[in-house]
């Protein structure tokens, strides 16, 4: 049976509007909405409310996607228990996403693997979620790519281009020093954000030793002048997941998992 004029020209327009979910499900719905006599109006308001979270759906999967988590974890999979030194409560409350509005920042501290990458990944997952611009960065990363961008005379363009978000990540501050252009790079990062976009830092390093990756204690003074004014410090002092997980494998005989895991 050839379709009718109208489902044609109907199924045209609505994918000329762009209304994917309307197209697919305006069919069905009619047949639910006729068996329940529903009226013309509460078809097109569930017509309409469907095409409507399908497509917040469909945006927070790109925010999620853009903002390149290398692996994307969640509170659900965080065991508190296993990291008591970390403040629960607040994580709870900034898993709400008001400091992003706030434009405060969030500084987890802790040797490796207490959970700072994935807590820091969870609340800037959240963050997708709740309809903000969000990007993961290592510091290093970040900073090679300034770099990078230095020499194509692109860096403007794109600390223009990280303006544009409303958290940043900034991963592993501390793991590896800084050259002298690289710490005035991520300086100028950490400036611009300043008031303007929220920043979670994680690093292994208590601030006496942040001046030996900065290379510059008048650097480093700056740095954490900005970065420290609003901020929400989390901090994990116990022991490492990873070196727990591997501990409890070895004692059940399977044997570690291959591979290094970045800190
Ligand atoms: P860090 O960044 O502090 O070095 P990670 O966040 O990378 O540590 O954690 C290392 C590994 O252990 C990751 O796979 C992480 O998901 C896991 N992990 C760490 N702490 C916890 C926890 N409390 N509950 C569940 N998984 C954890
Ligand atoms: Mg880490």
Redesign the pocket.
Known sequence: MSASKPTLLLEHYLKALRLPTMLREYGKLAEVCRQERADYQTYLLQLTERELSDREVRSAERRVKAARFPVL?TLD????S??PSINRELVLELMRGEYVQKRQNVLLC?N????????ATALAHASCLQGRRVRFYTCTGLVTELLEKREERQMERVLGQLERHQLLVLDELGFVPFTKAGAELLFEVVSRAYERTSLIV?TNLPFEQWTEVMGSERLTGALLDRLTHHVHILE?NGDS??LKESRGRVAKGVPARRGR?S?
């Open positions: 974890k999979t965080f065991d508190f296993a990291q802790g490796s693997g207490t959970g700072k990458t994935h807590l994680t994990a997941y990873r895991e800190s």
